[in-house]
């Protein structure tokens, strides 16, 4: 009976090798990429996540700028010439789809209907006229969550809190009410609680992600329960204070009769999304706040373009506008925030490759043959951290962008950080509500870290946009005197 059973084993074992090579990885055709090595079993999935960056960058060092590994069942063919961006992104049948759609559907049981149509609706609204507009609306919002700090305030001395608090009052507060509209404060849709349900929820996405039943996380479900606790589409629809983007969203959502239950895992996925704003400009206060130099040369900045603005408009009530085309000009910003993108970002650019592909890699030249069902990624992190593209990729230098250009296999970089990946239609809406956050936190405050704190990029986390930190830091604020305000223009 036993050696039965024994023969039976063996004999799946070789069917599941022979037709899906999920045992013991696949055979390899001369016109493939090299294969990783890895576990017979669980494949490359222990190194990837013991050291992602580390494991990425010596295969690609072994094996050249294009290699497949295999997460349990599934392979990945991973392209690491970053010369390969424009060519993966064009690429019709690595299709983004599908991976939207299990990232939505294992997340929040939620399925986009016609995800062109829906890319393009949020398109209109996040670009072209639509930039200043949202970015005024921000502004707007984020002044308002300053005067309810300086009431809760002492103005003019130090004030201690946790970067983590700061940053939700301010600026998460103002991402959850330009979403949202208006929270109520004294039920269970407010921005407090959301932000709370958000960090457990948060911690549980990688597995969530790649479809690991949520009866294995009770904290996560007990989190996402909480986050259904908004009012309903009709309810939005009715109320003044909903914002424009929500209201249009949910009429465009109605129209595919999508239910109040799908309609509010929308807005929980948008809610998710935006909150990487939150995320990278919490970092860049953090880089500011841990490196004077970078402190001093940001404000110094800002503070001559108000001066400079203030000069050209002699504005009779102080205050001083500035446009978006101004913020994204301040290139000393510009570099500090591409350097915490740099340091910080934990994105994958995946795609499921719809049928077999010869795909060539533009540095060498050579194709490769890319098997239908599999796959594609490209990953920014090991990009990010590559010591011939960037000298000590480990140390944060704020100026390091400054002029500058990069080179791979001896060819300038187009674009050597890419955290948005290819198809982000937030792209520069949330550079600049990151770049407005910083510009009126340090135009308004004084920011220290306290003596003795500070926090690392936390790794156990692959996959999320924004890598979060091992742990919240203890700050001081003071508001600092100015007679000057300062506003965002409408116009471009
Ligand atoms: C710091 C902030 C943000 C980061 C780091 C970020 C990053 C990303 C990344 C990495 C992707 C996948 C790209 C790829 O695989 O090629 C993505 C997709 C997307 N992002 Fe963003 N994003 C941010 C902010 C936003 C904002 C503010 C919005 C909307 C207002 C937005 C809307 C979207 C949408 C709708 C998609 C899916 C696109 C599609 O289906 O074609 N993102 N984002």
Known sequence: MLSFILLVILVVCFCLHKTKGILWGRNRKDDEPPIVPGHPIWGNGQQFNNDSIKFILGAQKKLGDIFSIRMLHYFMTVIADPHCFDAFSKERSFDFEPIQEQVNGNIFGFKIPEANRMRKFVGKTT??????RNLHAFSMLLEESYSTLEHESSFGEWNTVSLDRLANQTLFKTIFNSVFGEDKESTSFNYELFHKHLQVFHKYFSYLWIGLPHWM??????AVEQLFNQPTPSEFMKSDCTSEYLKAAIE???SYNLSDKEIKCHNLVFLHINVNTFKIATWCLYQLMSHKAAMSSVRAEIENLVEANKEMQQSEDNVVTISAKEIENLET????VMETFRMSSGVFMVRHNQEDTNF??????QTYRIRAGDKVMMYPPAIHKDPEIYENPEEFQYDRFIGKTF??????LKTPVLPFGSICPGRRIALLQ???YIVSMLYKFDLELLEGESCDFDTTYPGHEIVPATNDVQIRFRHRESSTKIQVTQQC
């Open 127 to 132: 670009r072209g006229s639509a930039v200043p």
């Open 217 to 222: 996380f009770p904290e996560a479900t007990k």
């Open 407 to 412: 080179y791979k296999n001896g060819k300038a």
């Open 360 to 365: 060539t890699v533009t540095s060498t030249g």
């Open 333 to 336: 910003l510009d570099s500090l």
């Open 434 to 436: 990151t770049k407005w």
């Open 252 to 254: 465009f959502l109605q």
